[in-house]
């Protein structure tokens, strides 16, 4: 009898379980299209000023000068990045940035890399130590270390016809130095480059050091090409720091022939005027190499970020 009424029961429940399977599928759906309706309107909210920077780029001044202009341009007038790369210097200015953005390429990825495989892979006293006090100056914001920083560079000794306690002259103020100096080498990079060499398998450095190598061939050839998305990542945001910076360059250099590109774009920025179409075709110029660099090294770049830990 109790038998029987089980067969009962489980014949009582069967035909929910597609139901249940439907409500959950449906559910799912849902959830799915919510998912992709908020990511359109997120993706739309960080492209838009990207659009009105083109649409603005190529306005005709008259247009412009409307109280409300129309969203589309009425006329699309391309002469405005022709005007913009001749009101100034450009190539010079662009000339400065690649440089900047070339150099910090290469010593943050020379020196982060030596640094976070030392902190991942080799034993020494200290290392938690100077771990913790890199991630602890990447809480400082940089606005903070600005006036410290332009003091050391001022003060800088026996450079620019200072003394050797730093008086007399101007140090690094209007050189290269202090252009390419404080950039070399960031916290950020370290640890990017540090979480990488932690993946990496220690029994390959034993084994190396079983077969005699030194400590730099092992971080060098063994390694480091191990780890190329996060080169590759890290390459990348020091190219960008570089490339945009614009705050630095205005404090420590006044020259034209040091002048970067982002600090550049304030010729069309007056105190009584600002020449937007202008302003907007040179930042239209101005990002394309960065534009063009993402889109070749996107899924690289995304991986580096997936594979390191950080979202």
């Not at 009101?87 to 890399?113: C, D, K, Q, W």
């Not at 026996?158 to 209007?174: P, V």
Request: charged residues 15%; aromatic residues 14%.
């Amino acid at each position: 009898m109790t038998d029987l009424n089980t067969v009962t029961e489980i014949e009582k429940v069967k035909p929910l379980k597609p139901v249940r399977q439907k409500s959950a599928k449906r559910s799912r759906r849902i959830g799915r299209i919510v998912l992709w309706v908020a990511l359109l309107l997120f993706s739309l909210v960080m492209v838009l000023p990207f659009v009105w920077m083109i649409f603005t780029a190529v306005r005709p001044a008259a247009e412009l000068a409307q109280p409300n202009p129309p969203f589309f341009p009425r006329a699309w007038d391309f002469n405005n990045f022709v005007r913009a790369f001749e009101a100034a210097p450009f190539g010079i200015y662009a000339r400065n940035s690649f440089i900047i953005g070339a150099v910090h390429v290469v010593t943050v990825l020379t020196l982060g890399s030596a640094a976070g495989y030392a902190l991942a892979k080799l034993r020494f006293r200290a290392r938690n130590w100077i771990f913790a006090w890199f991630l602890a100056t990447m809480m400082i914001p940089f606005y903070a270390t600005v006036i410290p920083s332009f003091l050391l560079v001022r003060f800088m000794p026996l450079f620019g016809g200072n003394d050797i306690f730093g008086q007399g002259g101007q140090g690094w103020i209007n050189t290269w130095w202090a252009l390419l100096i404080p950039g070399a080498v960031g916290a950020f990079s370290i640890f990017l480059l540090r979480q990488f060499y932690v993946t990496t398998p220690t029994e390959l450095i034993e084994a190396a050091r079983l077969d005699g190598l030194s400590e730099p061939r092992i971080w060098l050839q063994i390694i480091t090409p191990l780890i190329k998305p996060g080169l590759l990542t890290v390459a990348l945001l020091a190219f960008e720091s570089g490339w945009n910076n614009f705050l630095w360059p205005l404090l420590v250099t006044s020259s034209e022939d040091l002048r970067v590109i982002q600090v550049g774009l304030s010729v069309f920025r007056q105190e009584s005027n600002t020449q937007w179409d202008l302003l907007m075709a040179g930042t239209a110029l101005s990002a394309v190499p960065m534009i063009v660099l993402f889109l070749f090294f996107q899924r690289y770049f995304v991986n580096g970020f997936v594979n390191s830990g950080i979202k």
